[in-house]
């Protein structure tokens, strides 16, 4: 029985297994069929008709973009011509010689070239463009024909109507046309891109060859290239009329060239053209606010000279251009920089003629005409006589300006012996540079004498201009303030004269170091000077695993001045801006202030040691390494460390309350993160540790509010009226500014002693405590004597009179 028990129990487990695993597969089974259903790769017959049409009119819209390109098709054609014209003009001797070429030539050669690259970098975005679409399309083309090809197959198969098979076989076809059509736009893209691309890169590596040599020929200035001046007047015959034709071709060949530099890059153009016409609205709202003497807010700014330029809108409207042009071109061609220079000689002369002494007027004018006549000089070419003889009479005059100036002491603008010897120095020896710049015209080198007079009439003409450049930005800078500083901010309120005094001193340092970048441009030093920065800054030293440059130690240094500078700033804006037009809760400003002066500073550590290259993990370790000793050895700090920040977010004592701690009584002036300061009445600072306001008992007298109570206590005699002193008393007490009404004064009685009656005045005030309980004192003696009250007159002294 039992066995048969247990052979029953098998074979209902057993047929429970086959019954689940039945189950199981029949759902595997299912779950396979429906994935392949969702898995077919083509298209249904039912769907052929709709999917058809929309591949369709894809199809179509593919086509048509590639036979509307237009920008391409033109492209296309002109490759060929345009890369023709390319190798001719390399053909050209000048290109073949580069290293017998001038620096006006070289300069030239660059313009020439400029203009190529910038159409072929246009045409490369455009090929990319191009690229990147047909390689979309040709992925997208690929998908549909082989589930078009499938669908086919499907439709032939499934006995589909003749209408649905030949709609697949049309769609396949089409697509198989549009596949060749797109691959041969492709395969034209490509070979075109590839030969923009040779071409820029052969271009680009042509223009690095130019540059170079460049850089050479202003170097090689103490080499012999011409006959002396003796042996050249003997030889040549002087001609002015071919001195000046020769300045007018090559004037007219600038201009040329500054037109095809300008029609190089449009967009650089279109903003030029955007920040000029900002420019003019500018000129033209201070001009007219001037003239109806409603620019400035105080009048006596109208007498100012510094403000003297808006009399010159149209100088300051050019002046401001050439500032745009070089700040939006940082790359120009030598012509470029001759034309902006010459552009600059009127408004130059115009805007100095308003701010300097009338007397000094002949001098602006002596050195404008001799920078002019040396700009003529420099655009002459194939008159080497005429040219010689110029240089040389240029040289002398400026010796004859640069030894008045000095003789005269006309640019003597400061009193300070450094800068007066300064001064000096450069006069003397611009002196002797001219007079090399003479011996070495008459010896032959002339490249030597012409860089010696064009680096002393470009250092001074420069320096005209930047000193222009900077009255303007600063008058601008004033007025902006001066103009706003009856409705502006709290901040510029206040710190509207030191705001104006840093722009002004931050613009002088800036206009000092870009006219010094310009003259090391000019003489060719600036790449020396470049690489000699970079060299000072590629040094390092190795400390540990760490290693530390030049270049990160300016880092950590400018890191550091910047959160010290944000720092303060943030500070003076939340105090002068914010905390004074919002009503804060007590103490919270000096938390916010607080936490965010030790954010931005422990940052501001963190960053910049991380400059160095100290990771946070070494920051980990080292402080980690530190903190036994730190607990021990510096405690007290750390104490008063942590004090003071419980000081700040617990606030009971805050900046400005009267506190009296260990006998000491004043005012709070500051809360540091170790000691705070308590400037007592007799003006003594007292310095006290935070860690004393958590142990010691403090007596906060403004704790909630500045209100303090005073009593005056004086005595009467005994026949006066009790009535008429208590009122007198509160009447005089109320009559007082300083005393608060609330709550309001309390007279009382306090008894009779032998001879007098006893009274007590009690009042509150909330400043003035040391005057006002004076004043209230007086007019209550005043107001007693006025009403006959009588004062008490001791028992004794009585007594003795009577005797």
Same mark, same amino acid.
């Given at each position: 029985m039992k066995i048969t028990k247990i052979l029953l129990l098998l074979l209902?487990?057993?047929?429970?297994?086959?019954?689940?695993?039945?189950?199981?597969?029949?759902k595997a089974i299912g779950t396979k069929v429906k994935n392949q259903q969702e898995k077919l790769d083509y298209i249904k017959v039912s769907s052929v008709p709709g999917q058809a049409a929309k591949v369709s009119i894809d199809i179509k819209s593919i086509s048509k973009n590639i036979e509307d390109d237009k920008q391409v098709q033109e492209i296309h054609e002109l490759i060929v011509p345009y890369t023709d014209s390319i190798a001719v003009l390399l053909k050209d001797d000048k290109y073949k010689n580069i290293d017998e070429q001038n620096a006006r030539e070289l300069q030239k050669m660059q313009s020439e070239i400029a203009v190529y690259i910038e159409k072929l970098n246009e045409w490369e975005k455009v090929f990319k463009s191009q690229i990147k679409i047909c390689d979309d399309n040709k992925k997208k083309l690929d998908d549909y024909l082989i589930l078009w090809d499938k669908t086919y197959e499907n439709s032939t198969k499934k006995d589909a109507p003749k209408k649905i098979i030949n709609s697949t076989k049309s769609v396949v076809s089409d697509i198989k046309t549009l596949s060749k059509k797109l691959k041969k736009s492709y395969n034209q893209t490509l070979t075109d891109s590839q030969v923009v691309t040779t071409k820029i890169l052969m271009m680009k590596e042509l223009t690095k060859q130019i540059k170079e040599r460049e850089v050479v020929v202003r170097t090689q200035m103490f080499s012999k290239k011409q006959s002396s001046f003796v042996e050249l007047l003997s030889n040549e015959k002087f001609n002015i009329g071919n001195y000046f034709n020769s300045i007018k071709?090559?004037?007219?060949?600038?201009?040329?060239?500054?037109?095809?530099?300008?029609?190089?890059?449009?967009e650089l153009f279109n903003t030029l053209m955007f920040v000029t016409f900002l420019n003019f609205l500018l000129n033209l709202y201070t001009f007219n606010l001037y003239k109806k003497r409603k620019l400035f807010v105080q009048e006596e700014s109208y007498c100012k000279k510094i403000f003297y330029f808006i009399q010159r809108p149209i100088s300051t409207f050019t002046i401001l251009f050439v500032l745009s042009t070089i700040a939006i071109y940082s790359t120009k061609p030598m012509a470029v920089n001759d034309m902006l220079f010459f552009i600059l000689i009127i408004p130059i002369a115009l805007i100095l003629k308003t701010v300097i002494n009338k007397e000094n007027n002949r001098y602006i004018y002596t050195f404008l005409f001799i920078y002019l006549m040396f700009f003529m000089e420099k655009n002459s070419s194939g008159c080497e006589l005429e040219s010689r003889l110029i240089l040389i009479f240029i040289?002398?005059?400026?010796?004859?300006?640069?030894? &008045?100036?000095?003789?005269?002491?006309? %640019?003597?603008?400061?009193?300070?012996?450094?800068?007066?010897?300064?001064?000096?120095?450069?006069?003397?020896?611009? %002196?002797?540079?001219?007079?090399?710049?003479?011996?070495?015209?008459?010896?032959?080198?002339?490249?030597?004498?012409? !860089? =010696?007079?064009?680096?002393?009439?470009?250092?001074?003409?420069?320096? %005209?201009?930047?000193?222009?450049?900077?009255?303007?930005?600063?008058?601008?800078?004033?007025?902006?303030?001066?103009?706003?500083?009856?409705?502006?901010?709290?901040?510029?309120?206040?710190?509207?004269?030191? &705001?104006?005094?840093?722009?002004k001193y931050l613009i002088k340092l800036w206009?000092? &170091?870009?006219?010094?970048?310009?003259?090391?441009?000019?003489?060719?030093?600036?790449?020396? %000077?470049?690489?000699?920065?970079?060299?000072?800054?590629?040094?390092?030293?190795?400390?540990?695993?760490?290693?530390?440059?030049?270049?990160?130690?300016?880092?950590?240094i400018f890191?550091?001045?910047?959160?010290?500078?944000l720092s303060r700033f943030l500070k003076t804006?939340?105090?002068?801006?914010?905390?004074? !037009?919002?009503?804060?809760?007590?103490?919270?400003?000096?938390?916010i202030l607080t936490t965010m002066n030790y954010?931005?500073?422990?940052?501001?550590?963190? =960053?910049?040691?991380?400059?160095?290259?100290?990771?946070a993990q070494q920051f980990a370790i080292v402080f980690g390494a530190l903190g036994v000793g730190i607990g021990f050895g510096l405690r007290n700090i750390i104490a008063n460390f942590v004090s003071g920040i419980i000081m700040v977010f617990e606030r009971p004592v805050q900046i400005g309350d009267t506190i009296e701690v260990d006998g000491t009584m004043g005012n709070v002036m500051g809360i540091g993160a170790r000691s705070s300061t308590v400037k007592t009445f007799d003006g003594a600072e007292v310095i006290i540790p935070n860690a004393d306001f958590m142990a010691k008992e403090?007596?906060?007298?403004?704790?909630?509010?500045?209100? !303090?109570?005073?009593?005056?206590?004086f005595k009467v005699g005994i026949d006066n009226d009790i009535e008429e002193i208590l009122s007198i008393m509160n009447k005089v007490a109320l009559e007082n500014k300083d005393t608060l009404k609330d709550p309001v004064p309390v007279a009382t009685f306090q008894g009779f002693e032998d001879y007098y009656m006893k009274f007590k005045l009690y009042f509150w005030l909330s400043e003035n405590l040391i005057v006002a309980p004076s004043d209230i004192s007086i007019a209550i003696y005043k107001a007693l004597r006025e009403a006959n009250i009588k004062m008490p007159v001791p028992r004794t002294y009585i007594d003795k009179k009577n005797i």
């Open positions: 209902l487990s057993l047929s429970i297994s086959l019954n689940a695993e039945s189950d199981s597969d029949v071709k090559t004037i007219v060949e600038k201009i040329e060239e500054i037109k095809g530099f300008f029609q190089i890059d449009m040289s002398i005059g400026l010796m004859v300006f640069n030894g &008045v100036l000095l003789y005269k002491k006309v %640019l003597r603008f400061s009193d300070k012996n450094l800068l007066i010897k300064l001064e000096k120095f450069i006069l003397i020896l611009f %002196l002797i540079l001219l007079l090399l710049g003479i011996f070495s015209n008459i010896y032959g080198n002339i490249f030597l004498s012409m !860089r =010696i007079v064009d680096g002393v009439l470009t250092s001074m003409y420069t320096s %005209l201009i930047f000193y222009v450049v900077y009255i303007i930005l600063t008058g601008y800078i004033v007025i902006m303030f001066r103009r706003r500083v009856a409705t502006a901010p709290n901040i510029l309120e206040v710190y509207s004269r030191h &705001v104006e005094d840093t722009a206009m000092i &170091v870009w006219w010094f970048v310009v003259l090391m441009k000019f003489l060719g030093t600036y790449i020396y %000077l470049i690489q000699f920065k970079n060299y000072i800054l590629s040094l390092s030293w190795q400390i540990g695993n760490t290693t530390i440059s030049v270049n990160s130690t300016f880092d950590f890191i550091v001045f910047t959160t010290w500078a804006f939340l105090e002068v801006e914010i905390f004074s !037009r919002f009503k804060f809760p007590r103490g919270v400003p000096t938390a954010i931005i500073v422990i940052s501001g550590t963190i =960053i910049a040691f991380s400059s160095l290259g100290i990771s403090i007596v906060n007298w403004t704790l909630s509010n500045k209100h !303090r109570r005073k009593v005056f206590e």
